[in-house]
C-alpha cells in the first residue's frame, strides 16, 4: 500500500452544551490493526497498521435516553464489525476495505431498527454517523445523516462530506444558496439517520491523504454553530489536538451551545505520506465499490437477510425535482424524524 509509514494522533472530546440536560453523542477512536478501540477524551498517537484505523462520531435522537442507546450501538456495532469481519479478510484491497465499512453501517442500521422494534419506548430512535476510516495513504467517509468530515491542508478548511439534509438537496437543485441554508429554520430536518427504516444508503466517499493534513469530523452541535472557516482559524491558532477540540467546543458553546457537541480531530504525518500538495486536491468525492470489491459466496459478510437487502439496495439513487424535495422533507420532518428531537 505504501513504501513508508503512516503516523496519527487523533483526540476526540463530546461536551453537553449549555440546554441539554444528557449527552445523546458518542464518539470512536480505534486502531483495527491492534483491535483496540478508545472513547476517553485523550491523544492517541500510533502508526496506521495493515488494517487500518477508525474514527466515528455519531448524534443521536429520540426520546428518554433512546437517542444515547443509538449512538452509542452505531459505534458498538462499527467497531465490533471492522475489528472482526475486515480485521480477518482475507483480501487486504482498499475496495475491500471501503466496502467493509460501507457493510458495518448498515448492519448498525439493521441492529438499531430491530433494538426498536423490540422496545416499543425506543420507537423512533436513530442516530446519525459519520465513519472516518484511514487505510494506506486514503481516507474513506461513510455517511448517514448531518454529521460532518473535513479536512485542513495548506491553510484552507474544506468539507468532505455531504449533508443528508433537506436544506442540501434545495441547495443541490438550486433552491437554496449555501448562506440560506445556513440560515434556514429546516436546516435540522435530516432525510436519512440510522435506525427509523429497515434501509439506509450509505453514503461512501474517498480523499487521498497528504502529510500534515488535519482531519475533524463533528456533530452538528458545532457545526451548527462554527462555520468552516472558524474551524480553519482555530486549527492555525491551535497545534495541539486537545487544545483545538476544547476551543472548537468552546466557541459552539459561547454561542449558545443549543445541542451537544462531539469533535474528533486527527493529524497524519509520516514519510509514508506525499508531502502537502494544493487544496484544488481536496473536497466530496463520491467512492463507487467495483464488483470485486464484495466477499464470495463462501466469504463472511453482513449476516442475516436484512443485512444482504441492505447491500443490494445501497447506492441507488431516484432524481428528484424541487417539489418532491420540499415533499420528501416534509415526510422527513413529520414522520421520520423531529428536528425538536436532535
Known amino acids: 500500500m505504501t513504501s513508508g509509514s503512516v503516523r496519527v494522533s487523533v483526540f476526540g472530546k463530546t461536551d453537553l452544551g449549555r440546554t441539554r440536560d444528557h449527552n445523546e453523542d458518542a464518539f470512536l477512536v480505534a486502531d483495527l490493526t491492534a483491535r ?33 442507546i443509538a449512538s452509542q450501538m452505531a459505534t458498538e456495532v462499527v467497531y465490533q464489525h471492522l475489528s472482526t469481519v475486515w480485521a480477518d479478510d482475507p483480501d487486504p484491497s482498499e475496495e475491500r476495505f471501503a466496502f467493509r465499512m460501507k457493510e458495518a453501517v448498515e448492519l448498525a442500521n439493521q441492529r438499531i431498527h430491530e433494538y426498536a422494534r423490540e422496545h416499543p419506548e425506543a420507537r423512533g430512535m436513530g442516530t446519525t454517523a459519520t465513519v472516518a476510516g484511514v487505510y494506506g495513504t486514503g481516507l474513506w ?149 467495483p464488483p470485486s470489491a464484495r466477499p464470495s459466496a463462501g466469504e463472511t459478510s453482513n449476516p442475516g437477510p436484512a443485512g444482504a437487502a441492505l447491500s443490494a439496495g445501497a447506492g441507488r439513487r431516484l432524481p428528484l425535482g424541487p417539489l418532491a424535495l420540499i415533499g420528501l422533507g416534509l415526510l422527513a420532518a413529520g414522520v421520520l424524524f423531529f428536528a425538536a428531537t436532535r
Open 36 to 68: 483496540k478501540a478508545n472513547l476517553k477524551p485523550e491523544v492517541r498517537d500510533h502508526v496506521v497498521g495493515p488494517r487500518g484505523s477508525l474514527f466515528m462520531v455519531a448524534d443521536g435522537m429520540g426520546g428518554a435516553a433512546a437517542g444515547e
Open 141 to 289: 467517509l461513510a455517511q448517514i445523516g448531518d454529521s460532518r468530515g473535513y479536512l485542513a491542508r495548506g491553510g484552507e478548511v474544506i468539507q468532505l462530506t455531504r449533508d443528508q439534509s433537506l436544506t442540501q438537496r434545495l441547495v443541490d437543485a438550486g433552491e437554496l444558496t449555501e448562506e440560506e441554508a445556513e440560515q434556514s429554520e429546516r436546516r435540522n430536518i435530516i432525510l436519512q439517520a440510522l435506525g427509523p427504516d429497515p434501509r439506509v444508503r450509505v453514503d461512501l466517499s474517498h480523499q487521498p491523504l497528504r502529510r500534515g493534513d488535519i482531519l475533524v469530523i463533528c456533530s452538528d452541535g458545532l457545526s451548527g454553530q462554527v462555520r468552516r472557516e472558524e474551524i480553519g482559524q482555530l486549527i492555525a491558532e491551535h497545534r495541539e489536538l486537545p487544545a483545538l477540540c476544547s476551543a472548537l467546543i468552546d466557541l459552539a458553546n459561547s454561542r449558545g451551545g443549543p445541542d451537544n457537541i462531539t469533535v474528533v480531530a486527527a493529524r497524519f504525518e509520516g514519510d509514508g505520506l506525499p508531502e502537502d500538495r494544493p487544496t484544488g486536491e481536496v473536497g466530496y468525492r463520491s467512492y463507487h465499490l
